[in-house]
């Protein structure tokens, strides 16, 4: 099974889009998204140097933009490059580019609330000196006691050996002054305490913006930060979005959703290195390709072609005439009481649970409609995005969906 990721914001380097401005098509389709994102990114993805592209009203439009524009130089077509692929996932800001490859948004709406996400943060950021620090080695739970001790976040949990801690610049120098035993220190490119209480006020602000926006569910498996789990409604997930600004990044939660999948080859979308670096040590065992320069695009097609099957691809995309409820996560499947064939059920309904040794996850209906297939059994172990019930959408007197 193929996984294609996203990085985050650290990830940039001075003129990594260089090699990409030669192409002609790539050029054309970066020139409208900085029209749309209202910021050059041709001048900041070549020109400008470390610290210029640091500001994060700078980077996080680049990130995502760049994502977007070579995966439609990988796929001339987006959705058929997705049904050969089992999952996607970004790392914090690359979950909008992630979002918006899977169809979740338009890469017109993903460069807006980008925009909108990298200029209040960088708001919130400059309200004091905040900024993050990767905690690499020492014992996990001596790591984790360390940084509550100074009054700091876990903000990314990356998997074994790799914990950011995040909060203010005096907090970070504690932090420093009393090291984990066995653990290294390294500050990050970053201008801000993401993922923290320190960036509420840019969550209020996109939880306005995101009313607006009109969105559609996933083409294919796709993950979220929050707890690793597989989201099938495109609105859920951008509610998350807007709730991740604030929040922590669990991304070995990912990486498990990953293993529990089975996939077997992870796909990194440019600037790479960051993600397929973290799958080497945490998903042990599979091939990894590391997208950064357009010559490579032949070299990853054929990554794309060896290791993606239509066999994977997602059950969560609608039909005219039915839709599936998926699995979130995996475990063993408990149904809801009283659900049964011809059953009416309303969008938001609970269908059931799905228990594992971390937690017991609520499984509901994205919208409404009439029951007409229970695609498993009660007590079945389950994978994440596995199809569990099948429902005849509701829909209203023009037949469209209700």
């Known amino acids: 099974m193929l996984a294609i990721v996203a990085p ?5 380097t001075p003129g990594f889009l260089a ?3 030669a ?14 994102a209202g910021v050059d990114l041709a001048h900041y993805g070549t020109k ?20 977007l524009v070579t995966a439609l130089e990988l796929f001339p077509s987006p959705a058929d490059g997705f049904r050969r692929t089992g999952v996607a996932a970004g790392h914090s800001v ?8 899977t169809g979740v948004l338009s890469a017109e709406q993903a ?26 080695g020492g014992d996990a739970t001596e790591v984790l006691a360390a940084i509550e001790a100074a009054g700091l976040t876990a903000a990314n949990n990356n998997g074994s050996g790799q914990i950011v801690a995040a909060g203010t610049v005096e907090q970070l120098a504690a932090l420093a002054e009393n090291p984990p035993a066995k653990a290294r220190l390294i500050q990050l490119s970053v201008a801000g305490a993401f993922h923290t209480v320190h960036m509420e006020p840019a969550v ?33 997930y951008l509610a998350r979005l807007v709730r991740q600004v604030a929040n922590p990044v669990r991304w070995d939660l990912c990486l498990q959703t990953m293993a529990d999948l089975g996939v077997t080859a992870m796909l990194e979308l440019p600037p790479a290195g960051t993600l397929t670096g973290i799958a080497k040590r945490n998903l042990k065992g599979i ?24 066999a994977w691809a997602s059950p969560m995309g609608n039909t005219p005439s039915w839709m599936m409820v998926v699995s979130p996560s995996k475990g063993e499947f408990r149904k809801a009481e009283g659900i049964s064939g011809d059953s009416l059920l309303a969008a938001g309904d609970t269908i059931g649970t799905v228990a594992n040794l971390r937690d017991t996850t609520s499984v509901a209906t994205t919208g409404g409609g009439t029951v007409t297939e229970w695609l498993v059994e009660d007590g079945d172990p389950v994978s994440p995005g596995q199809p569990l019930l099948r429902i005849y959408p509701n829909q209203d007197s023009s037949g469209a969906d209700a």
């Not at 460069?111 to 690499?136: C, D, K, L, N, Y």
């Open 111 to 136: 460069m807006v609330f980008v925009r909108e996400r990298g200029q209040q943060m960088a708001m919130a950021s400059a309200a004091r000196p905040t900024s993050m620090m990767a905690v690499i």
């Open 23 to 36: 192409e002609p098509h790539f050029a054309d389709r970066l020139n409208w998204l900085s029209t749309v």
């Open 8 to 12: 985050g914001q650290g990830a940039q």
């Open 94 to 101: 690359g979950e909008i580019t992630a979002a918006a490859a």
């Open 19 to 21: 090699p990409w401005l």
């Open 204 to 236: 209020a602000h996109l939880a306005r913006l995101a009313r607006a926006i009109s969105t559609h569910d996933p083409r294919t498996r796709l993950l979220s930060n929050a707890d690793g789990q597989v989201v099938q409604s495109g609105r859920e």
């Open 287 to 310: 091939e990894l390709f590391s997208l950064n320069t357009p010559d490579q695009i032949p070299a990853a097609q054929d990554f794309v072609a060896k290791h993606g099957d239509s």
């Open 48 to 67: 400008a140097d470390a610290e210029t592209i640091r500001d994060t009203a700078i980077a996080q439009p680049l990130l995502v933009a760049a994502g």
